[in-house]
């Protein structure tokens, strides 16, 4: 009888039991089945989602990731393949968080058992017991923190270890593994820790990137360093216990000397960086993954840094935008590209890349046209009259001007190009021809001056086209590389081209390119409009000019010295004129810091001075009595030297022509200058101060003068202008036809 009762109470048991494990096992049925609908779907390739991650990236000379950006959400600029990384690092990532990675399928039930009851002891959230994978599920999606979380991700983790292996989960936790600052990756974390690759870390540091992921922030050793101790020192007892560390290196990691270095932050190179994409020909492979650059990012952020300050200390002035390019001409490298602006906001241009955008190059551009007159036979020596100059604009009347509206009388072509004097620059171009100088500005680069020689006319010798700074520093290098033109490059000589290829042409000859190299840097050949001594005179021998567009919209500096070439350019965004920023005063004080940074350390050495130029006595300086003996010395071409002192010359054979006024000029008189007392200026040029002319007005002899200069006042009506030549040989021109303008 009891034992029938003990059988009964068995059953009883039994069917007690049976009711609640069937219904926990529909529950468990039906939230699986609602987790198998909720579960997301997973890449079918992790390659494949870290496409951009794949992208080849760009290093510079030094092999320092240069394309790093940490707002994305994948790390797309320090990815390592598996085999890359330390042994070490791996195994540190497996001990501390997920032993049993490669025995399991995703998830770790023991691992998360064990979690649960260190929790339930802790009376809160002290272990999570995610596996490697669960993390890798839990970046591609990310969900709010829960127990319906945590089924999921498990869900998911299966399903992700069934499409992948475990090297390829493995290998995208390494890259993609969160650490402070936006940092994602072993790769980038050491570089941020340490300015260090990852296997050329100390076990101590390898052991502080694995226990920083753990709370990035928290135990972040910029905030406070102490708190890493304590979880480096248990997981170094962990290594210690499964003998992989030494004792004497137990105690090195219990000290917790970690050595913090912030990397080099080369300002902002994403202009540099996508120009390097859209203009490498035949890019490399994603196997190989890298472009090695020429930009050098130590001297990128100094010259960033200097820009910043320059154009903030301008802004009072209303220059806001700057760029800066650093090129060593000896090899053609680019080694800084700087785009700045000291605004913020839509408005402020930082999205625009001011080293390829065209703007007016004011007189920066009158070296080249010099150098054209030299070889077509001018010297340093040629003298040319700076005197007032206008030509004809329709039926009116433009009048050049120097920038200090002084004119200088007779100058030589030195005295012209260091002053960057204005009526000089325009009587060159008049003797070369504005079509064979455009010619020779596009055979050295400058591709933006597109427009015909029409289109810019006389004005092209004042800088009225406009190029981009990239082309300038270009061919700045050609006159620094004694004449030959070649494009600089930005990627290193590794099977690599910019576009257009790579190549190079003599433009100018060594005479000629050493000798404008000569000129601008002459502290002398500069005196009467910069001073004797000023900002432009460098400790190193630097060629240098200055150009600034009209109304100071625009302002320029270039140089080289024997090594380097720098330009600089200075406006703003919105083509607004700044307050008076010139060239001189701005652009020129970035360049003196830029050769300072340039030069330092340096065995620096003069610029180049062709051995096929002699130098020979020209005259004397008369500018001061005191110094009148003091001898005056040019460099001439040999066979072209003058055979006697002094021998300067001048353009009194040149062919007559008018200057002013032109044939149909129309002028107002103005009512505010009473009518006697109001004049104009007669001028024809090719006339030396030695030749007589004769004025011959509507058919009346108006008077004569030595030279080509006649004061007439004023009478309202239509006129008819001659003049008659007579040199000091007796010889007797006649100027052109009979011109006619009206008064008005």
């Known amino acids: 009888m009891t034992l029938s009762l003990r059988v009964m109470d068995g059953k009883r048991f039994i069917r007690f039991l049976i009711a609640p494990l069937c219904l926990i096992g529909i529950t468990v049925i039906f939230f699986h089945i609602l987790a198998l609908g909720a579960v997301k779907t997973l890449p079918d390739s992790l390659s494949g989602l870290l496409e951009e991650v794949r992208k080849p990236q760009l290093k510079d000379r030094e092999g320092r990731v240069i394309t790093v950006t940490y707002a994305n959400r994948w790390n797309s600029g320090s990815y390592a393949p598996l085999h890359q990384i330390p042994d070490m690092i791996k195994r540190l990532f497996?001990?501390?968080?997920?032993?049993?990675?490669?025995?399991?399928?995703?998830?770790?039930?023991?691992?998360?058992?064990?979690?649960?009851?260190?929790?339930?002891?802790?009376?809160?959230?002290?272990?999570?017991?995610?596996?490697?994978?669960?993390?890798?599920?839990?970046?591609?999606?990310?969900?709010?923190?829960?127990?319906?979380?945590?089924?999921?991700?498990?869900?998911?983790?299966?399903?992700?270890?069934q499409k992948h292996t475990k090297a390829d989960i493995f290998e995208f936790y390494l890259n993609q593994v969160p650490y402070a600052a936006n940092r994602r990756g072993i790769v980038q974390a050491s570089l941020y820790y340490f300015n260090r690759s990852p296997e050329t870390l100390t076990l101590n540091e390898m052991i502080a990137l694995v226990v920083l992921v753990r709370a990035p922030s928290y135990y972040d050793p910029y905030k406070e360093k102490s708190r890493l101790q304590g979880p480096m020192k248990a997981l170094a007892k962990m290594l210690l216990n499964q003998q992989l560390l030494p004792k004497e290196a137990f105690t090195s990691v219990a000290s917790n000397n970690l050595i913090l270095?912030?990397?080099?932050?080369?300002?902002?190179?994403?202009?540099?960086?996508?120009?390097?994409?859209?203009?490498?020909?035949?890019?490399?492979?994603?196997?190989?993954?890298?472009?090695?650059?020429?930009?050098?990012?130590?001297?990128?952020?100094?010259?960033?840094?200097l820009m910043e300050k320059l154009l903030h200390t301008l802004a009072e002035k209303k220059a806001t935008n700057g760029a800066c390019l650093v090129a060593n001409h000896e090899t053609g490298e680019i080694l800084a590209w700087v785009s700045g602006s000291a605004a913020s906001g839509e408005k402020s241009g930082r999205h625009i890349d001011w080293v390829t955008s065209p703007r007016q190059p004011g007189s920066s551009l009158k070296p080249f046209l010099y150098a054209l007159a030299m070889e077509k036979g001018w010297s340093a020596a040629h003298a040319i009259e700076?005197?007032?100059?206008?030509?004809?604009?329709?039926?009116?009347?433009?009048?050049?001007?120097?920038?200090?509206?002084?004119?200088?009388?007779?100058?030589?072509?030195?005295?012209?190009?260091?002053?960057?004097?204005?009526?000089?620059?325009?009587?060159?171009?008049?003797?070369?021809?504005?079509?064979?100088y455009l010619e020779r500005l596009r055979e050295i680069g400058f591709k933006s001056l597109d427009k015909s020689a029409d289109f810019y006319g006389e004005g092209l010798a004042l800088g009225s086209g406009e190029v981009t700074l990239l082309e300038m520093v270009q061919a700045y290098s050609a006159l620094a590389n004694q004449g030959i033109f070649r494009p600089l490059r930005v990627t290193q000589q590794n099977g690599q081209e910019p576009h257009p290829p790579y190549r190079e042409k003599a433009v100018y000859s060594e005479e000629t390119a050493s000798l404008i190299g000569n000129i601008l840097a002459d502290?002398?050949?500069?005196?009467?409009?910069?001073?004797?001594?000023?900002?432009?005179?460098?400790?190193?021998?630097?060629?240098?000019?200055?150009?600034?567009?009209?109304?100071?919209?625009?302002?320029?500096?270039?140089?080289y010295n024997y090594r380097y070439v720098v330009g600089v350019w200075m406006g703003n965004a919105d083509a607004q004129p700044t307050k008076g920023v010139t060239g001189s005063m701005g652009?020129?004080?970035?360049?003196r810091s830029v050769f300072a940074e340039l030069n330092r350390n340096q065995d620096t050495r003069p610029l180049f001075i062709s051995p096929k130029l002699v130098r020979r006595e020209v005259g004397r300086n008369g500018d001061d009595p005191k110094d009148s003996s003091i001898p005056r010395f040019e460099w001439f071409q040999k066979g072209s030297e003058p055979q006697a002192e002094g021998g300067i010359s001048r353009q009194g054979n040149a062919p007559l022509r008018w200057i002013r006024p032109v044939n149909g000029l129309e002028m107002a008189m103005d009512p505010r200058i009473p009518d006697e007392k109001e004049a104009f200026m007669f001028e024809i040029g090719g006339a030396s101060d030695t030749d007589s002319v004769t004025?011959?007005?509507?058919?009346?002899?108006?008077?004569?003068?030595?030279?080509?200069?006649?004061?007439?006042f004023l009478t309202r009506g239509a006129h008819e202008l001659q003049v008659r030549v007579e040199s000091t040989d007796g010889m007797v021109r006649r100027a052109t036809d009979a011109i006619r303008f009206v008064v008005k």
């Open 94 to 161: 497996i001990l501390s968080e997920d032993k049993r990675f490669y025995s399991h399928h995703g998830v770790d039930w023991l691992a998360r058992f064990h979690a649960l009851v260190q929790n339930l002891l802790a009376l809160r959230s002290h272990r999570g017991g995610s596996t490697i994978t669960e993390q890798v599920v839990r970046m591609i999606h990310p969900r709010p923190r829960s127990l319906w979380s945590r089924y999921l991700e498990g869900c998911e983790a299966r399903m992700l270890e």
């Open 261 to 305: 270095e912030k990397p080099v932050h080369g300002g902002d190179v994403s202009h540099f960086a996508r120009f390097v994409r859209q203009t490498t020909n035949n890019p490399p492979s994603k196997a190989m993954g890298v472009i090695g650059t020429t930009i050098d990012l130590s001297l990128q952020a100094r010259v960033s840094a």
């Open 386 to 436: 700076d005197a007032p100059l206008s030509h004809a604009v329709g039926r009116g009347l433009h009048s050049y001007h120097n920038y200090s509206r002084v004119h200088y009388g007779w100058v030589t072509l030195r005295e012209a190009l260091g002053n960057s004097l204005n009526i000089p620059a325009v009587k060159a171009i008049r003797f070369v021809g504005c079509g064979a």
């Open 523 to 559: 502290p002398n050949a500069r005196k009467l409009e910069f001073g004797g001594n000023g900002l432009l005179n460098f400790p190193v021998e630097t060629a240098v000019k200055t150009g600034t567009s009209t109304d100071y919209r625009d302002s320029w500096a270039v140089g």
């Open 587 to 591: 652009p020129a004080l970035l360049l």
């Open 695 to 712: 004025w011959i007005l509507d058919g009346n002899s108006l008077t004569t003068s030595a030279g080509s200069h006649c004061r007439w």
